[in-house]
């Protein structure tokens, strides 16, 4: 289940917006989490849906698996830097990175809305196949639907991914412990506001790539690294922002982190000032956080940036005792506030 | 990859039917085949896709493991017997259990349409737990999304399911050989009639209900009681004559059935008879074809009556190396017929 954590019972859906789904029921806000942990998860429940992690991790025969899936409804199908072939593969790739798992074999089914251009169809397929060869994983089973005109809206994708888990860490955000460092793999926001600036039409001097890149190589090297990692999260729906905030109110710990330490982009930042968001909520299809040992930090750091896509990594932050489940803020001129989940989502069908 | 099989390449789509998708794309017929087997899997080419079966068969470490998707896009949500819920969950269990597979793990991915009640989300949720209850399996991650009114279609659900071998057969339709015994594990087409039914308003005299069922605890009883299983296939989109048509084009031999030995009840045909369907081609989703040799016929037919799903199993035909990839029906009055693969779909949005 990605992002199911972080319902928070002091903050009730009131019942007239809760009779209809909404818009932002998708995206990666507190509303998103009530529906998953109010409606979706008590009707399911079980103890490995119960751990709340990117990923599902089975013990099947004598394997131990991670298991996951996501569906794709990004508008438009094409940006910069990507597609909603190549954002399907890479997120289902990531879900599984995230609990350190080699990601090995995905299925992808298709709901095809008719009238779809067929070579529309064979561009996206292209771009997966290409995502799947570079993060190394094979597209092995699926299937095809095809739904009335104006039933559908051109693609949508739902990928689903089996990977092998080889490490004996318990990654997951119950392990992370007060003191962990708090790790960012690289600059915020650039998925969100590529998809903006294309959906928006706003032409701005240069233009936003994606960051939609697979992960897994930047885990697997941290982990046979020998970084004890406590807890792993890349940060799709609702940023960086509402990943702490889950992590920190899974752990009942506190995540502060500093303004300064967090990479944005010349672009992204004016972007965002032009549009009015914030990027530590603006989506990334590329990015992570990694929880571990003050003591690994370092070490964990200068392993990220020997990655071409850890290459502006950088500490950001550090676990405390001091409340049970808030992230805070220190800003660039020293004041400290508390980060909010955003109720609903900035950006709709932004993955 | 559900019914992948069955291109054949002496029946090019005109060029202009093929620059968009059309809804028979989705229908199970020729085309839906010719958009698999020409756009999709060249796509994604590798050995595990090759094999075409409704599920992929992976080896993880020690554990031999099956994997599946399927989207469902069905349309009424609710008709006599299931919803897309039970359905959704069924149909995948179904598709790991034509590999002999015992279905474990279930991911259950959803695409909501803005608008759509909650309390239709949450019948179908239900419907989905007691499915998975009933099949013994568990719906261990998922994914939720929400696009735009008009965008979708109230609710499409995707899920996969991860299933472990045990067994040392080679179920496929390769292994498929001359002298083998057909068998068919109950009456056709009330689940394609129970659809048809709900959403054409016909009041037929008694309510056709769905078939749709877990198909797992039958395979596993016809394994477990040493029946040496070649091939088996469940009879959805395209129904029973399209399965047959895909098993006989990859095994190039032909199978012959008798019209008189396939059970079809009494409502179902009628209604048939109505709506001008044939009921070989209406799809089903609780009913498959066991591919077995002669000597274990009788014996896999006792064993599949046996079973509360299968009352109405029958040996419906033989296998020959007469032609190399045909299918051929004997009437009731002793007239026997080529049975083709429709181009298109009877019954769009069936799944």
Avoid: W
Avoid at 320 to 343: F, N, P, W
């Amino acid at each position: 289940m990605t992002q199911p954590a972080g319902f928070n019972a002091s903050c009730p859906i009131p019942k007239s917006d809760y009779a209809r789904i909404l818009l932002a029921h998708g995206g990666g806000g507190r509303l998103m989490h009530q529906l998953i942990e109010q409606i979706i998860v008590p009707a399911f429940r079980n103890p490995v849906l119960d751990v709340r992690h990117d990923s599902a991790v089975l013990d099947v025969g004598a394997a131990r698996l991670a298991f996951t899936t996501d569906s794709y409804v990004v508008q438009p199908l094409f940006f910069p830097g990507g597609d909603i072939g190549s954002l399907a593969v890479n997120g289902t790739v990531n879900d599984l990175a995230m609990t350190g798992a080699t990601p090995l074999y995905l299925s992808a089914s298709f709901v095809l809305e008719e009238g779809l251009p067929v070579e529309t169809l064979q561009r996206i397929l292209a771009s997966m196949r290409r995502a799947a060869d570079a993060a190394g994983v094979q597209i092995v089973t699926g299937d095809t639907k095809v739904v009335d005109r104006g039933k559908g809206d051109g693609i949508f994708i739902t990928t689903a991914g089996v990977g092998r888990i080889e490490h004996a860490l318990a990654i997951a955000p119950g392990s992370v412990r007060p003191g962990d460092a708090v790790l960012l793999s690289g600059d915020l926001g650039r998925h969100g506001m590529a998809i903006m600036a294309v959906r928006e039409g706003l032409d701005f001097e240069t233009t936003i790539e994606s960051d939609c890149a697979p992960l897994a190589k930047l885990v697997a090297d941290l982990i046979s690294g020998g970084i004890e990692v406590h807890c792993l999260r890349d940060l799709t729906r609702g940023g960086l922002a509402s990943a702490l905030i889950e992590i920190a109110e899974a752990a009942r710990l506190q995540v502060d982190i500093r303004e300064a330490a967090v990479p944005v982009g010349e672009e992204v930042r004016g972007a965002c000032e032009i549009l009015g968001f914030d990027p530590l909520y603006v989506a990334n299809e590329g990015r992570f956080v990694c929880f571990a040992p003050e003591a690994d930090a370092g070490r964990a750091l200068r392993i990220l940036r020997s990655h071409p896509l850890g290459t502006a990594a950088s500490i950001i932050g550090s676990v405390t005792q001091k409340s049970r489940g808030l992230v805070t803020l220190e800003s660039r001129i020293g004041a400290t506030r508390v980060v909010d989940m955003l109720s609903g989502e900035q950006l709709p069908r932004i993955c």
